[in-house]
Each structure stands twice: as C-alpha cells, then as structure tokens.
C-alpha cells in the first residue's frame, strides 16, 4: 500500500492561510494524490486531488512537488469551519484501495 | 439524491451477536468499501468491492463479512461482535476510476459490551 507522511498537528490563526505538507517518496507515476478532510463527528469530505500539475478549487489548492515526493494543501483563508483531521492519500491504478494514515490535526485559532 | 447512506446511526450489541450494517448509494457506483475508525485513529480499510459480485479484503478483514449482490447496496455483516469492534464504521463509493473521490457515508457508532 502506498504511504504518506503528515504532521500529527499543525495551528493556524483565523483569516491566514495554511500549508498542510504531506510526504509520498514511494510515489508512483501513475498515483493520485487525494486530499480529504474530516470535521468532527463527520464522514471524510473530498477536498481535491491532482496528479502532476498544481490544482485549484473552490475549496484549496494543491501544489505538487516537481519530482512528487511531496505536496501541499493550501488554505488560503483559513476559517473556524476549517478546523478539522486533513489526509493525505494515494491512490494507485492498481484497484482503489485508498489507505488513509491519522492525518493532520488542524486547529484554528479565533 | 441522497449519496452514500448508512443504517443505522447507532447500534449497541453484547459479546457474540451478530448484526448487519447497512450502506446503500444512489450514484451508480461501481467501488464501494468500508473503513473503520478507532478513538483518535485514522481510518483502516476493512473490505472493498469493485463491482457487483466482486468482493475483496482490505487492512483488517477479520471478523467481517461482505456481500455485493447489488450495485447500490455493500451490506458488512459481523456475525459474532467482539469489545475490540466497538468503532465508528464508514462507507464510501466511489465510480470506480483511481482518480476518483470517494463519497462517504455518515457513519455508524457501534458499541459492543
């Protein structure tokens, strides 16, 4: 299974915005990388995913690393609502068996 | 539509009984699975399937069964609850190609005494 590698916790003032690395070395060419996030109480919501290129939504944008081994999930404004576990997942052609790790642990600080 | 339901919200079972929890999606999905999470853990794949009639066994299988007769329905069955069960269960679904999202479910808490 593919691995990636987060920090337990990471805070963050209200209205800044937020980088939540995440570490995939065994990346593969063909793997995804899938962000999602839990609130509390919560099933895991999808926030976005790319391959190569960097991506933006309406939620996040996700900057990928050159070589892949590693990515971040930017928040541009962090909100009170955006307190939440954020996982960092591949995804392999492979059959979609999405291992999720513990996550990051976002607070936001009012 | 309604996306990935789970049934029910809250069960409490005693040592050895069994039980069915239920996901049912309206998406037309063909990969469903099901995860659990444990206090302050991440979420651990239990079983996947990739389409009606295709079943196969993630992180911790034991003590779980599966089924897929149906694409919309991914029933997980414990037929003899153990204390080291007691988790909240998730569904997800998804259309099948790995890059994807998963849709989840709302949860099931399952305590078992």
């Known amino acids: 299974d593919a691995k990636t590698t987060q920090p337990n916790s990471m ?23 899938h962000w999602y996030r839990q609130l509390p109480s919560q099933g895991p919501e999808y926030v976005i995913h790319g391959l190569t290129s960097n991506v933006n939504n309406r939620m996040a944008s996700l900057a990928i690393a050159e070589d892949r081994k590693s990515s971040t999930l930017i928040l541009h404004r962090a909100t009170l609502r955006d307190a939440a ?9 492979t059959g979609n068996q999405f291992y999720f790790g513990t996550g990051t642990s976002l607070t936001v600080i009012p | 539509n309604a996306g990935v339901t789970q049934t029910p919200k809250f069960q409490v ?40 009639g295709i079943t196969d066994q993630g992180e911790v299988p034991n003590g779980y069964n599966v089924s897929r007769s149906t694409t919309e329905d991914f029933p997980l069955r414990l037929l003899s609850a153990a204390p080291s069960q007691t988790s909240v269960y998730f569904c997800a ?11 989840f479910g709302n949860g099931t808490r399952l305590t078992v005494t």
């Open chain 2, 13 to 52: 079972l005693k040592t050895g009984q069994s039980m069915t929890l239920q996901c049912a999606q309206d998406m037309n999905h063909e990969y469903m699975s099901w995860y659990r999470q444990d206090p302050g853990m991440g979420l651990r794949l239990i079983h996947y399937s990739v389409g009606a």
């Open chain 1, 85 to 93: 576990v954020y996982y960092c997942i591949l995804s392999t052609d």
């Open chain 2, 93 to 103: 679904s998804s259309s099948g190609q790995h890059n994807s999202p998963l849709h």
């Open chain 1, 11 to 33: 805070e963050s003032n209200e209205e800044e915005p937020v980088h939540l690395p995440c570490n995939h070395s065994t990346i593969s060419g063909t793997d995804y990388i």
